[in-house]
């Protein structure tokens, strides 16, 4: 059974970078290459579920495109971990953080638009409280 434990700081400031890792236990992060791709995805108190980004166990990455200049997704294979970057936070980026599986529906492959969508089957870490505030 797959196991993912979200960490990092629970309170920055405006326009610092917030770092979050998120340790995977119980499946490998790089096996299944077609299949599997671990995400961030975080709830705000205005917006609910916004899906962040993802790394597909293959290595690409894509993301929520609002996202995409101030986010980054990176691994380290041997601690099997994924980690999140987002750059510039604000108040808005006020949030819990979720660290997730996506597992690909039979026959289909992870998409931007599938894991968008949620049109995939997903495993959920406990999430984190992230507080932006000056």
């Known amino acids: 059974q797959v196991r993912l434990q979200e960490s990092g700081p629970g309170l920055l400031k405006p326009s610092q970078t917030l770092s979050l890792t998120c340790t995977v236990s119980?499946?490998?992060?790089?096996?299944?290459?077609?299949?599997?791709?671990w995400s961030w995805i975080r709830r705000t108190p205005g917006l609910g579920l916004e899906w962040m980004g993802t790394?597909?166990?293959?290595?690409?990455?894509f993301y929520r495109p609002a996202l995409r200049s101030r986010a980054s997704i990176s691994r380290d294979t041997v601690k099997n971990q994924f980690s999140l970057q987002l750059t510039n936070v604000s108040p808005g980026d006020t949030a819990i953080y979720y660290c997730?599986?996506?597992?690909?529906?039979?026959?289909?492959?992870?998409?931007?638009?599938?894991?968008?969508?949620?049109?995939?089957?997903?495993?959920w870490g406990q999430g984190t409280q992230v507080t932006v505030s000056s």
């Open positions: 790394m597909t166990a293959a290595g690409s990455s």
């Open positions: 997730v599986r996506d597992r690909a529906f039979l026959g289909e492959h992870l998409t931007t638009a599938t894991v968008m969508e949620g049109r995939t089957t997903r495993s």
């Open positions: 119980g499946q490998s992060i790089t096996a299944d290459d077609d299949e599997y791709g």
